[in-house]
């Protein structure tokens, strides 16, 4: 029984490691190829160490592709739209998941639909829209897709979360004498943060790399988001610059990768409470 025991725990850690390595070794590849040259790229396409260190291919990149100003841009654009996502949604779920009311299953059932539209069928009427309320070719015409576009899978998932976290804690808040909006803000909002950290992050990500929106509705240079800017390196005839697109790459994947470090314990928790329940 214990030799199965530990030949299944070296399974596992055998998996495990081959699953690891098929995720770090893109990300690997992508920095040696930020580092390196084409010839040593043709040479050497699969080697994750260059031959020589060419540090210069970032400072390129960040002139080439702006992505001074589209990183702003894109910050910007992300901070305003997860903030709305995650107090519309917030409030939104807390009403379908504690309150009773007529038409709740409905509204539900309707907002799990509209996950299922993919951006492509909705992106002109999307721009047609944007058109006659005048905010193309502004942040503000991202930013409004961006906040309908998120709501439904975070209050889909913030409802599931919810529903985890006992009555009980209400029903004694209530007879302390806390109102309403206290418990929303106090007690639940705080007890929350897993599910709100998985939100962000899931959020966060579909923003920063959204690009067939903002493809669409942005035609000024100085507005473009990171996923436009990476447009700049084709050349003359469709070629890449790779060495420095690969630099503007590793460069705007460090806010993704900070992002999941700093909400990971959170993520994992978010995720498993909302599973247990729902």
């Not at 040593?40 to 540090?55: E, N």
């Amino acid at each position: 029984m214990a030799s199965v025991a530990r030949g299944a725990s070296v399974l596992r850690i055998l998996l495990l490691s081959l699953y690891s390595i098929t995720v770090l070794y893109p990300l690997l590849w992508m920095i040696r190829l930020s580092l390196g040259d084409l010839q040593g790229m043709y040479a050497s396409p699969w080697r994750i160490i260059p031959d020589q260190w060419k540090w210069d291919n970032f400072q390129s990149a960040w002139k080439v592709g702006q992505i001074g100003t589209a990183l702003y841009n894109t910050l910007f654009i992300t901070f305003i739209s997860l903030l709305l996502i995650v107090a519309f949604c917030y409030l939104a779920s807390y009403a379908l998941a504690r309150m009773r009311f007529a038409g709740r299953g409905f509204l539900m059932m309707l907002f799990v639909s509209t996950m299922l539209l993919p951006l492509q069928i909705i992106l002109i009427p999307l721009y047609r829209i944007d058109v006659l309320f005048g905010i193309n070719n502004s942040h503000l015409g991202l930013i409004l897709p961006y906040i309908a576009a998120g709501l439904p899978i975070s209050i889909f998932l913030m409802t599931a979360f919810l529903r985890t976290i006992p009555f009980e804690l209400e029903e004694s808040a209530a007879i302390d004498g806390c109102s309403r909006l206290r418990l929303i803000v106090s007690i639940l909002f705080p007890l929350s943060r897993p599910g709100l950290a998985t939100v962000v992050i899931f959020q966060f990500m579909n923003i920063w790399n959204e690009f067939p929106l903002a493809l669409t509705v942005l035609n000024n240079p100085d507005l473009r988001t990171v996923t436009l800017a990476l447009t700049s390196f084709k050349g003359q005839w469709g070629l890449m610059d790779f060495n420095k697109l690969f630099a503007a790459l590793t460069i705007t994947t460090i806010p993704l990768v900070l992002m999941f470090i700093l909400f990971q314990r959170q993520f994992i928790s978010g995720l498993t409470s909302g599973a247990l329940k729902g």
